[in-house]
């Protein structure tokens, strides 16, 4: 990986992880940002070597990614506003998932090089940023569908606050 893809990989980093802990509407429109990674991290050269073993670090990592967003979008405070839109909002567990995700991808990386010879490639974390953001949302859509609002509508449904909210999803 270039010292330019290290560069622009850390501050889309950055930006995704601000915006999970600033209150933000859930919105099926969201998933446009997975489709552009998921085009970033096919562009040539690929995400991964052509040989078993890349492929196979590949496909390992972007398991691992989705496993890591379901319990962190799990741990996100949930919530429909006065006119039923719901949001969310990352806390310090999410934070903790986070890091572990970004911990994870790190021991793919080194794992990869050290034992397999098989480097990091732009590709790869692009990929995982797509699924893991993919996972992450539609596990949110599925909460907030617990909670009575289709995700990306602005159906009423009786919550009124965050903690009448949480209440609700912890049944």
Same mark, same amino acid.
């Given at each position: 990986?270039?010292?330019?893809?290290?560069?622009?990989?850390?501050?889309?980093?950055?930006?995704?992880?601000?915006?999970?802990?600033?209150?933000?509407?859930?919105?099926?429109?969201?998933?446009?940002?997975?489709?552009?990674?998921?085009?970033?991290?096919?562009?040539?050269?690929?995400?991964?070597?052509?040989?078993?073993?890349?492929?196979?670090?590949?496909?390992?990592?972007?398991?691992?990614?989705?496993?890591?967003?379901?319990?962190?979008?799990?741990?996100?405070?949930?919530?429909?506003?006065?006119?039923?839109?719901?949001?969310?909002?990352?806390?310090?567990?999410?934070?903790?998932?986070?890091?572990?995700?970004?911990?994870?991808?790190?021991?793919? +990386?080194? #794992?990869?090089?050290?034992?397999?010879? *098989? %480097?990091?490639?732009?590709? =790869?974390?692009?990929?995982? $940023? &797509?699924?893991?953001?993919?996972?992450?949302?539609?596990?949110?859509?599925?909460?907030?569908? +617990?909670? #009575?609002?289709?995700?990306?509508?602005? *159906? %009423?449904?009786?919550?009124? =606050?965050?903690?009448?909210? $949480? &209440?609700?999803?912890?049944?």
């Amino acid at each position: 990986m270039t010292a330019i893809n290290a560069a622009v990989t850390v501050v889309i980093l950055a930006f995704v992880l601000v915006r999970q802990f600033v209150p933000r509407p859930v919105r099926a429109r969201r998933l446009i940002w997975v489709v552009v990674l998921l085009v970033f991290g096919l562009l040539p050269p690929g995400p991964a070597a052509a040989t078993p073993t890349g492929i196979a670090l590949l496909v390992a990592s972007l398991a691992v990614s989705a496993a890591l967003a379901m319990p962190r979008a799990r741990s996100m405070r949930l919530w429909l506003d006065e006119h039923g839109t719901p949001w969310r909002r990352g806390n310090a567990r999410t934070l903790l998932w986070w890091l572990t995700a970004i911990a994870v991808r790190i021991g793919f +990386a080194a #794992g990869g090089q050290l034992a397999f010879g *098989e %480097p990091e490639r732009a590709g =790869s974390l692009w990929l995982g $940023l &797509a699924m893991t953001l993919g996972v992450q949302q539609l596990v949110l859509a599925k909460r907030v569908r +617990a909670l #009575g609002s289709p995700a990306g509508t602005a *159906e %009423p449904s009786g919550i009124r =606050s965050p903690g009448d909210a $949480l &209440a609700r999803v912890r049944r």
